[in-house]
């Protein structure tokens, strides 16, 4: 099993471009997660699906839409990238709400 | 507003000693608790969780414990390796509120050296 996968690994955006940055888990799980990590700001969250077909915000939503297109899958949109969206992020699934979350090996966006 | 805060920020030990890393929470209404490690790079591995209704976890050489009444969790390495140095991440669910709201630490800083 390859547990959760991300596309791409690496990315750099011009401020005003847009880009998705796919997610999938092979584990039947039911939650999706995506996050951000920053520099001193710890790992927050950006959006969940609890299950397929729903999506809720997150702690930091602002500039991102997702889609959970099926119970593989779970995108992350970014409209109209800005610097202050570079990070690094990270897809995360678990088998429940609240459950052991397991998380993808990030996607390193720069935005310049 | 739940925080979840570790200490120290960063601890080098020699290889073989035994350890305790530290998180704390401010809200004791927690649904369950979750170690990680993240190798520098490298997304984050799941290490241990613990329910609210248990008072530890064990997996090899890592014990974790939880005490929700002074709102804390210790993550016990024994016989620490040099393989065991990574950034160690705990985080907390709530009761109550959003079900996709897991609260971070920052992590605690692990290096053993040979």
């Known amino acids: 099993n390859a547990g959760v996968t991300q596309t791409p690994k690496f990315q750099v955006l011009k401020t005003g471009q847009s880009m998705t940055l796919q997610c999938a888990q092979d584990m039947n799980h039911n939650s999706m997660y995506w996050y951000r990590q920053d520099p001193g700001m710890g790992l927050r969250l950006i959006y969940y699906s609890a299950s397929e077909g729903t999506t809720d915000k997150g702690e930091v939503p602002n500039g991102y839409n997702v889609s959970r297109l099926n119970k593989r899958e779970f995108s992350l949109r970014l409209e109209s990238a800005a610097p202050s969206q570079t990070s690094v992020y990270f897809c995360?699934?678990?088998?429940?709400?609240?459950?052991?979350?397991?998380f993808g090996p990030g996607t390193r966006l720069t935005v310049t | 507003k739940q925080e979840v805060t570790q200490i120290p920020a960063a601890l080098s030990v020699p290889e073989g000693e035994n350890l305790v890393l530290n998180c704390s929470f401010t809200d004791s209404a927690i649904y369950n608790l979750q170690w990680f490690r993240q190798d520098p790079g490298k997304g984050l591995t799941s290490l241990l969780l613990?329910?609210?209704?248990?008072r530890e976890q064990t997996s090899g050489r890592l014990n974790a414990s939880l005490d929700k009444s002074s709102g804390r969790s210790t993550l016990y390495i024994a016989a620490s390796q040099p393989g065991d140095s990574a950034t160690y991440l705990c985080a907390v669910f709530n009761y109550g509120g959003s079900q996709g709201n897991l609260i971070f630490g920052k992590g605690t800083k692990l290096s053993v050296k040979p």
């Open positions: 995360a699934s678990s088998e429940v709400g609240r459950g052991e979350q397991y």
């Open positions: 613990i329910q609210s209704s248990q």
